[in-house]
């Protein structure tokens, strides 16, 4: 639940509150409220508006379809689902999501051509086994440059998952990473 509260706008809430009651102190001559509320207000509101600066806010999960989706985050790598936590909460302090990623891969050269995360996806492969999808705006990098970097990827996202590039609309690069079946 925590994870989709923005930090940044609780703090201006309750230090905006915290003034507020202040300003109420200080005009009804109340000196003790004045000063409780305006010496905790104060830091309060700063920190959330620091915070609230330093935000990145979280990727919208794109609906599915498949009713066994459940069943298939079972087969998820500990890769993929801490790349779906991370990447659906707040962040802060970080320029992007995955910006540290990106960078390992060859993707982000500079903070102007990096792609941009938009959403998060969840389905079944071919094969039945567990895909997360990352749809990325990258009107900087082409398809090639994305499939060039491919077995790259596939190393960086740790073993058991399976890389696959797909450009699903112009500028827009769709980054699969399939759950490897288990050898049987």
Request: glycine residues 8%; aromatic residues 8%.
């Amino acid at each position: 639940m925590f994870r989709k509260v923005s930090l940044g706008s609780v703090g201006l809430y309750v230090g905006s509150a915290l003034l507020v009651l202040a300003i109420y102190g200080y005009a009804t001559g109340n000196s003790t409220l004045n000063l409780a509320t305006f010496f905790y207000g104060i830091p309060i509101l700063l920190g959330g508006a620091a915070l609230k600066a330093a935000e990145v806010t979280p990727v919208p999960i794109l609906p599915t379809t498949d009713p066994a989706i459940a069943e298939l985050r079972q087969q998820a790598t500990p890769t993929q689902t801490q790349i779906r936590e991370d990447v659906t909460r707040y962040r802060y302090g970080i320029k992007a999501h995955l910006d540290m990623a990106l960078e390992k891969v060859g993707l982000s050269p500079a903070d102007e051509v990096r792609p941009e995360l938009q959403a998060l996806y969840e389905e079944s492969s071919e094969t039945g086994t567990y895909v997360l999808g990352l749809r990325f705006h990258s009107p900087h990098l082409p398809m090639e440059v994305w499939a060039q970097r491919r077995e790259k990827i596939e190393r960086f996202f740790g073993p058991g998952a399976i890389a696959r590039v797909v450009q699903s609309a112009p500028d827009t690069i769709d980054l699969q990473l399939i759950a490897a079946p288990d050898p049987v």
